[in-house]
């Protein structure tokens, strides 16, 4: 089985999914493909993907799949679907090529390797960031719109957050729109300031 059977899986289970048929030769128009052993090929598959024992996985985070035999020009080909990965379990890519040079994604029918960007996206999508509640240096309640604060408090007066509290820092305080030193927190900036 060619090794870049594993590069379209990992573009697939790390895109869209998909679909890749195994005996079929595109060089020659997607004849059927000589000497194809289907039963072999299927073994290699599954123990590539880890489900013929650790020692033999190919892939990281590698993708839940289905497999079917299908009848093409008489013979049989291996028809698989890659099932895209949660986001929790991207990006799949090669083990012996690392996340960096072994991490894929599919563009129309080509599959090219994942940016640093992106792998740093998916490795960190479910790590909740606290940079919107980071204070602006330099900033204070003069940078905030007095309307849009106003209209803020007011809609959250009710609240449990408010509750018994008049001095208007302390609400916004408790609002998270300002930090305990005085200064505005990144959401809160970006929300309420009068000059985002």
């Given at each position: 089985?060619s090794?870049?059977?594993?590069e379209s ?10 679909l890749?048929l195994?005996g079929l030769?595109?060089r020659r128009?997607f ?10 090929v299927r073994?290699?598959?599954?123990e ?6 650790v ?5 990281g985070n590698p ?8 009848e093409?020009d008489g ?6 679907r890659i099932?895209?990965?949660e986001?929790?379990?991207k990006?799949?890519y090669?083990?012996?090529?690392g996340v960096?040079a ?11 390797r994942?940016?640093?960007m992106?792998?740093?996206e ?14 602006v240096?330099?900033?204070?309640v ?11 408090i007011g809609?959250?007066?009710?609240s ?10 302390a ?5 998270n729109v300002?930090a ?14 009068q000059?985002?």
């Amino acid at each position: 089985m060619s090794s870049d059977v594993w590069e379209s899986v990992s573009a697939f289970a790390n895109t869209f999914g998909g679909l890749i048929l195994l005996g079929l030769d595109e060089r020659r128009g997607f004849a059927l493909a000589e000497r194809f052993d289907l039963d072999k090929v299927r073994d290699q598959f599954i123990e590539g993907m880890g489900d013929g024992g650790v020692s033999g996985s190919r892939l990281g985070n590698p993708p839940r799949y289905v497999m079917d035999r299908v009848e093409v020009d008489g013979g049989q080909v291996l028809a698989i679907r890659i099932i895209e990965n949660e986001i929790g379990f991207k990006p799949c890519y090669i083990l012996a090529k690392g996340v960096e040079a072994g991490s894929y994604k599919r563009v129309d029918d080509k599959d090219l390797r994942l940016t640093h960007m992106e792998i740093y996206e998916y490795r960190n999508a479910l790590i909740p960031s606290r940079a919107d509640s980071m204070p602006v240096p330099e900033s204070g309640v003069d940078d905030l719109d007095g309307e849009l604060t106003d209209a803020l408090i007011g809609r959250k007066l009710t609240s449990k957050a408010l509750a018994g509290v008049t001095d208007r820092a302390a609400r916004l305080e408790r609002l998270n729109v300002l930090a305990s030193d005085g200064r505005v927190r990144l959401a809160g900036l970006l929300a309420l300031g009068q000059y985002p």
